[in-house]
Each structure stands twice: as C-alpha cells, then as structure tokens.
C-alpha cells in the first residue's frame, strides 16, 4: 500500500494520455460485459432446466413442424411414461413487436409437469375451466400491470382465426411464480388453453407442436425415448424424443455458437487493447527511463521496479475495466427492464465480474511485461547520463 | 580518522563496440570517515565514474572498493541496492526529484525502502526538510521551486535515511552563485555538524574551496592530492 500514491502519480504523469487509455479499456470491458451477459444468458438457457426428468418430443425434422395429437394415447401407454402434455408455439405480439414475450397453447394438466412454476390450484382449476383462459409469468404481469380478470389482447404473427381475424383475446386466470428466484426469467411467459387454439384456429387442427412427458425413472429415459421414437418410425411424421437439457441447447445452437461468436469478437477487442495500452505504457515507462534510474540510485531493487511498472499497468487496466464493468451492470439491468426477455442476459453478477477481473489482471500483466522488463534491466549509470 | 572508503587499484573499462575505453587506472585512495572531499579534473577525466563506483551505482572492471568495512564490488545487484539504501546519499546535478510528487514525498522516497510506519516517514522527511531549511515548501512540486530549493529537497532525500556517506555530482552546475553558496554551505555544514563524509564532483574551483580536500584527476589517474582549510 505505502507504493500505491508512486504508482498512482506515475500512472497519471501524463494525464490525456492515461485518461484517453482508461477510455478505451473502459469501453473494451463495457463491450465485454454486454457480450458476457448475452453468452452466459444462452448458456444458462441451455443448462439449468430444473425438470431433468422431462423428455421433450418435437418432429424429427426440424422442431417447427407439427406434430398428430393422435399420438398422445400411445405415448400415455408407453412404459416408464408417467404424465404427458403438449403445447404449440404461438408467436403473437402484445401491442407493439417490441414488447416480445413467448407465449405458447397448452394442455390443461401443463402445469402439472413443471412444478417449479408455482401455482394456486385454484387458478389451475380456473385454466381448465375457463375456453379463453390465459396463465403469465408474476415478471411479465408486472411489466405490463396485468392482474386476474384483465383481458389480454394478442396480434397472431402464425395463427389466424376461422373468421380469418387475426386478434386473439385471452381472459388472464393465473399469475405463475417461479420457485427459485434466480429463474425470474422463466415468469416472461404467457400460456392458454390449447382446446380454444385448436377449435378457433384456421389450420393446422389436430396437431401439436410438441409433446413433453415424465418419466417415472430418469435412468428409464434413453429407453423411453427410443421406444417413443419408434412409434412414428417410417411414417410423415418421424419424431424425435431427447432430454429437455438437450432441446435447449439444441434451441438455442439455432441462434450459432454464442460462446465462440462471442469469444472471437471479445478476442479481436482485447487484441487490440493490448496493442494499444502495451504501446502507451511502453511510452510511458521511456520517458520516465530517468527517474526509474533515480529509484534504483536510492535503493530500489531490479525487482521492485519490475513490480512497480507491473502494478501500474495492472491498476490502469483494473481502473479502466472495473468503470465500464460497472457500466455495463447498469446497461445490461436498463436493457431487461426495458425488454424482458427479447434480448436475452444475465445480470453482471459475480461470475462476470470474476472472468473480467481475471481478465484485467492478465491484460494488465501482458501490457506491463516489456516496459517492465526495460525498467528493471536498466543500467542506473546509463540512464542518469541520458544513454 | 579512519579510511570509510579504501580504493585499490581500481579500473574501469568501457567497450564501444570493438573499443575499450579504459576511464579509471588502477586508482589507489583511501578517504577518512567525515571527510568532505572534491573530485576536479578535465572533461572525461573519470571523476564521475570514480563516484559512481565509490555510490554502488557501477562496477568496476578490477580492483576493490570497500566502503565502512564492506567490498561493495563483490555484492549482487540486490544487495548492492540495499546496501545504497541504508549506506548512501545521491545528489546530482539536475536534482532528479520526481515532479509529480511533492518535495515531502520525494525526500520520503528512500523510506519507502525502510520498515517505518507512514507517521514515521512524514516525521522524518520533515525533519530532513527543517534541516534544510524548506519546511514551507513541504507540499509543493519541483516544478514549483527554484533550482536552489529542487537541490535543497535532493539533498534532503539524500541525508532522509541518515547514511554514512554523501556522493554529489556537480551538485552547484546548475545553479546561479547565490544558490550554489547556499547549496555548498549547506553540504559543509552536514559534514561539519552532522559528521556526513562527503565526496563531491565539482568543475567549479569555487564549490571545491568548501571541501578539506581535492583530489585532481587526469586520464583515470589520480595526480594531486591538496588539503585545504574549507571556505
């Protein structure tokens, strides 16, 4: 600590130059944590779905075609089979196309296979009960300042009615909340009654998007979703039956590989950051050559001034970087109030700040290494007579 | 008085790509604890090189140099640095304060190397200030001060850690006559009162006159020796 005001004033001795360089790592790890926040939220997409006993069975040939709801008794009398529902995706806007949320027809007994969406029984029994009833997500009630009895209003994108009109009114019966309150991001749903779709809409009757089902036993999956697949096996309609874990990675591999899209972008930015701050610290440190020559007159080791240099380039990347992370928090937080769930992310919790400090350090550790390695190989003489 | 730095048969030589410069030869001198001595001689004489090798900022190509007891020209580079820190006071000639510090800070630089607590520093470096006669300059930057008070704060860096020797480089080059007056007395008066042995370079026949001492160097040789009752 009785080194961090040298470290600070030499870091600032040419105060344009510092402040333009802590601009652009600012805004490399702005960038940074935007970009962390989309890939950890696909990732998490892909990998924390509690019901690790469901089995999602979409058409084998790509999981936008329709599925017969003939299927459904068979699938019932498979063995290992304990319950199973159906749901189509809807695709329609509220308002406005900006105001994205998934909403999906579903059997009446849906919610019965996703128990860490919690549920009163009497807004079950009201769903079931009710032609034109509709289920959200507590997060999108909010945003949109919906409560039980309102009517919500959706343009079908997909989906017109018989009558050829492309609005479809839902009568909201329920409020969902997700158990677990890191998954608020699973309450930006709005489900209805598959009955009512099915009866009012002008094509594709009788078929489901896709089916999902609980097996009695997880060990029993593989075997049931063999089993399940050979049903529809040579027919119109070949399924294919596969972990719900899988089925979102597979969902969202639709979109590319966010991880290395996002890896090749982050690793072009701090390329060049490190060209750019590497070449200001090397500047910095040569025109400070004389008084690095004065600390080791008076006693500094090789090895401190090494340190020192180090320490400075590491505090201007951590300085820089911990501005824009903190940036980036506050972005992100505006951006999913303002969208939900249209643009997926996470927020910039621990684990990014941790990845981008790790990252700071190590920027900072690579910038420094040359100008470091200059101060400390220096010959006191030399530079004191200006060679 | 006893020998604090005893030279023997001390060079240096340089290498300039295929040439070899030899600076010092095979300079004998032994200089008493509390002894204020001026170095003088012509352009390229070695005077400076003679310093740096006494400060432990060079090594030398042969001979020894022992300084307090200990052969500094046998010490690593780490240990050499240490043995600076706790053994010697640099003052040059353009000062080499750091500008963006405050002149407390610069003279606290040396004891950033030391185990003093914060207080202790500030403390101390006000004392070396007070000695100097600059305690209401303390918080101001080089760049503030004149060059006699840029010297006055170098000199005050140099004696913060109360070490047995002082090596200046020309150390009233730079400075008007007033200033160097000031600058030569003030060096006299650490040698005198505070027992300080110090070796000073010096063009100026003028500044040497404060020394009990010259030495005359000419082509890497010691030539003449004079005592001299100090001005």
Same mark, same amino acid.
């Given at each position: ?254 979109? *590319?590989?966010?991880?290395?899209? $996002?890896?090749?972008?982050?690793? %072009?930015?701090?390329?060049? &950051? +490190? #060209? /750019?701050? @590497? ?19 008076? *006693?500094?080791?090789?090895?401190? $001034?090494?340190?020192?240099?180090? %320490?400075?380039?590491?505090? &201007? +990347? #951590? /300085?820089? @970087? ?25 927020? $910039? ?9 790790? &990252?700071?350090? /190590?920027? @900072? ?23 | ?231």
């Amino acid at each position: 600590m009785k080194y961090l005001q040298l470290i600070w004033t030499a870091m600032f001795r040419s105060k344009t130059r510092t402040i333009f360089t802590l601009l652009s790592v600012l805004a490399a790890f702005l960038l940074f944590g935007l970009l962390d926040s989309v890939r950890s939220a696909f990732a998490n997409a892909a990998t924390s779905v509690a019901g690790v006993d469901r089995l999602m069975t979409v058409s084998k040939i790509s999981f936008t075609l329709s599925l017969p709801k003939s299927l459904l008794p068979r699938i019932e009398a498979l063995p290992g089979v304990a319950k199973v529902t159906y749901a189509n995706w809807f695709g329609g806007i509220y308002q406005d196309p900006k105001n994205f949320f998934p909403n999906e027809a579903v059997a009446d007994n849906f919610f019965d296979l996703y128990p860490e969406w919690r549920l009163s029984q009497a807004e079950r029994t009201a769903f079931g009960n009710t032609r034109t009833g509709a289920v959200v997500g507590e997060s999108l009630a909010k945003k949109f300042h919906w409560k039980l009895g309102d009517k919500i209003p959706l343009q079908a994108t997909i989906y017109p009615q018989k009558n050829g009109g492309n609005n479809w009114t839902f009568d909201l019966v329920g409020i969902y909340r997700a158990a677990d309150p890191k998954r608020k991001s699973e309450e930006n749903l709005l489900f209805f009654n598959w009955d009512y779709f099915d009866e009012a809409r002008a094509f594709g009757n009788g078929n489901v998007g896709w089916y999902v089902l609980k097996v009695t036993d997880r060990k029993l999956a593989q075997q049931v979703a063999q089993a399940l697949d050979a049903l529809s096996t040579n027919s119109d309609h070949e399924t294919k039956t596969q972990t719900e874990q899988a089925f979102n990675a597979a969902f969202v591999g639709q979109y *590319g590989d966010i991880g290395l899209i $996002v890896g090749a972008i982050m690793g %072009a930015v701090f390329f060049t &950051l +490190i #060209l /750019l701050t @590497g070449n200001t610290m090397a500047q910095a440190v040569r025109e400070r050559i004389p008084e690095l020559a004065v600390l080791k007159t008076i *006693g500094f080791s090789n090895h401190s $001034v090494l340190g020192l240099v180090l %320490a400075e380039s590491v505090l &201007l +990347i #951590l /300085l820089g @970087g911990a501005i824009g992370l903190v940036l980036a928090g506050v972005v992100v937080d505006a951006v999913r109030a303002a969208v939900g769930t249209a643009v997926p992310m996470t927020r $910039v919790g621990a684990a990014i700040w941790l990845r981008g400090v790790g &990252l700071m350090i /190590l920027i @900072g550790l690579i910038v420094g290494a040359l100008p470091a390695r200059r101060g400390m190989r220096l010959r006191i003489v030399d530079a004191l007579a200006g060679r | 008085m006893s020998a604090l730095v005893e030279i023997r048969s001390l060079s240096k030589i340089y290498e300039r790509g295929k040439q070899r410069i030899e600076v010092l030869h095979h300079v004998q001198l032994d200089i008493e604890q509390g002894d204020f001595m001026a170095l003088m001689g012509p352009s390229g004489s070695g005077k400076t090189t003679l310093l740096n090798l006494i400060g432990g900022l060079d090594s030398p190509t042969d001979g020894s140099i022992t300084v307090g007891g200990q052969r500094i020209d046998r010490l690593s580079e780490g240990t050499l640095a240490k043995w600076r820190a706790s053994n010697v006071g640099f003052v040059f000639q353009f000062y080499n304060l750091l500008p963006m510090l405050s002149a407390r800070k610069n003279v606290e630089l040396p004891l950033l190397l030391t185990r003093l607590s914060a207080a202790q520093r500030k403390r101390n470096a006000a004392v070396a200030l007070e000695l100097v006669g600059l305690t209401d300059r303390a918080a101001h930057k080089p760049g503030e001060l004149s060059g006699g008070q840029q010297q006055r704060v170098a000199i005050a860096r140099a004696i913060v850690s109360d070490p047995t020797l002082l090596v200046c480089d020309e150390p009233t080059g730079d400075l008007d006559r007033q200033s160097a007056v000031d600058v030569l007395t003030l060096l006299q008066q650490l040698n005198r009162d505070h027992g300080k042995t110090i070796i000073m370079v010096t063009h100026d026949p003028k500044a040497a006159e404060y020394a009990r001492h010259t030495l005359q160097l000419d082509k890497g040789s010691l030539v003449e020796q004079t005592e001299q009752a100090p001005a």
